[in-house]
Every structure is written in C-alpha cells, then in structure tokens.
C-alpha cells in the first residue's frame, strides 16, 4: 500500500468513528427529544456538542443510515407510493392539442381547467371540462380546494354521462392536482388521453381560458358588477348559485357565432355525427 492509499484508508476509518460518535450523539438527543429533532436544528446541536462544525449534509446522511429522522412530520404514504409519484412526475403526457382548440366531432378534444370564485366569505373552485368542437360544458365540480379531488371528481362526472371516452383527448394544464398520481390513475383508467401544455404559458390551454372569462363575465360581472365583485363584497354562496344556473343556460340557450347563432347543445343536436359549420363572414357571402 502507497504511502497516499494508507493515509486515505487512515481518513475513511476516523470518519467513520467520527460518524458512529455522532450517531450517539444523535440517538441520545432524539430519545430527549421524543425523536422531534430535524436534520438542520440537530446539526447545530452536534456543531455545538463536538466544538466544531459539521456539514448539514453529513448529518442528514448519518441520521438516513441509522434510521434516526425526526418522526414529527410521518410519511403520508409508503415508499412504493411516493416512489410511484416520483415516476408518475417525470412522465408528463405531451401536448396533443398545440393550440388547435377544435374538433370536427363531438367527445374528440376536451379541455380542462381550474377557476376560483372568490367572495366576502370564503373562495370556491370550479374545475370544468368543455368540448373543443362546440364549446359545451359537459363536466363541472365546485370545491373549497384546487386538489385532486376536485378534478377527480369533474372527471367521474364526466364518466357518468359519458360512459365510453375511449380515445378522447382531455387537455389541461401542468397544474399539481392534474399531474397527481390518483387523477392520472382514474382518468385513464375510463380510456381518456391526457395532454397537457407547457409550463406558464396561457396560451398552450387558451380555450379554457376564454370560457372561463366568459363565466365571470356574463354571470357574475353582469349580476353583482364587477368591482363589487372584485372586491369581495359578494357572499361566495350567491357566485356559486350564479354560475350553477348561468352553465346550464351558456348549454343550452346561449347563441354563438362560431356556431351560426345556436346553443352549444343544439348545435350538437343538429349536427351529432360532427358536420362542422363554417360561418362565412359578410364579405365572403357577397
């Protein structure tokens, strides 16, 4: 052995009865502490105790090999799951929409997204999901949470309408609660195809956001006024009622031009094999 190689091996053997002196440091100051002790507070404690610093990291390490992790905060799910997750997040579905918000037939492109409605009492959210062809809602859920179970449920909801979406391409942002292992699970599972957009970029979801300034606009700035509702003043019980009446109303009354004047749904009725009208403009009628 090289004269380098010995005091190399001499440096491995002290840290590592340096490193087993810590983890008795640690054991005991974790049975004092009812194990509450995080990595960062307890490689002050150790600094402290030894008279010299030691690096967060090789605390972190020594307390993950000794199995001597603070137990406050436990884990919420196993190791699978979370490895499961860990997965789930590098396999992001890529955009199968880029930016061409249409279908030429009914339950081919479907969009998705999250809206708050925000009063004097509290905010709600609602999630939707709208067909790119003629622009119906054909799913919605209201939640006092933006999670997972709120797109769960819209997409349940969908399914319960709509039994076969085998192929259908539903298009969402990169939002968390759409990214989450459980949404991904149950909406593929009914057959959907996901797609999501780019990361801040509005415009990768902008049917979404079009219906979404329509909703606010036509149902809640017209009725209570915008700054009013801007301000809070309205009670969010009275949001939620509004726009609950103003879907089935945008579904089933509302013209649209893009639609020669009609409703979402009669449009769909008129045309349920996907004819797709073209609106021609005064100028191209002569």
């Known amino acids: 052995m090289s004269r380098k190689s ?7 053997v002290e840290q590592k009865t340096e490193n087993d002196a810590i983890a008795d440091i640690i054991r005991e100051e974790q049975e004092s502490h009812a194990t509450s002790i995080g990595y960062r507070p307890m490689t002050r404690i150790v600094s402290d105790r030894l008279g010299k610093h030691i690096n967060s990291k090789r605390i972190r390490g020594i307390m993950k090999d000794n199995e001597l992790q603070s137990q406050v905060r436990r884990m919420k799910f196993s190791k699978e799951a979370y490895a499961a ?56 859920a209201i939640s006092s949470s933006p999670d997972a179970a709120l797109c769960i449920e819209t997409v349940n909801n969908l399914h319960e309408r709509f039994q076969n979406l085998d192929g259908v391409i539903l298009h969402t942002d990169l939002g968390s609660s759409y990214m989450s292992a459980e949404y991904r699970r149950i909406a593929e599972g009914f057959g959907l195809k996901l ?16 219906l979404n300034g329509i909703i606010k606009t036509e149902s809640l700035y017209c009725r209570f006024g915008k700054t009013r509702v801007k301000d809070r003043r309205v009670p969010v019980a009275l949001l939620k009622s509004a726009v609950i009446e103003f879907i089935d109303y945008y579904n089933t009354r509302r013209p649209k031009k893009k639609l020669g004047f009609l409703s979402p749904v009669e449009f769909r009725k008129q045309n349920p094999r996907g004819t797709y009208l073209m609106v021609l403009t005064e100028e191209q009628n002569g």
């Open 195 to 210: 797609s999501t957009g780019r990361t801040a970029i509005c415009y990768d979801n902008a049917a979404m956001e079009s």
């Open 6 to 12: 010995y005091y190399a091996y001499l440096k491995r």
């Open 85 to 140: 997750r860990r997965a789930m997040k590098g396999n992001v579905p890529a955009d199968l929409v880029k930016r061409r918000f249409f279908a030429m037939a009914p339950l081919q492109k479907l969009a998705e997204d999250i809206t708050y409605l925000t009063g004097c009492d509290g905010t709600l959210y609602m999630n939707t999901i709208e067909d790119m062809y003629n622009g119906e809602i054909l799913a919605y």
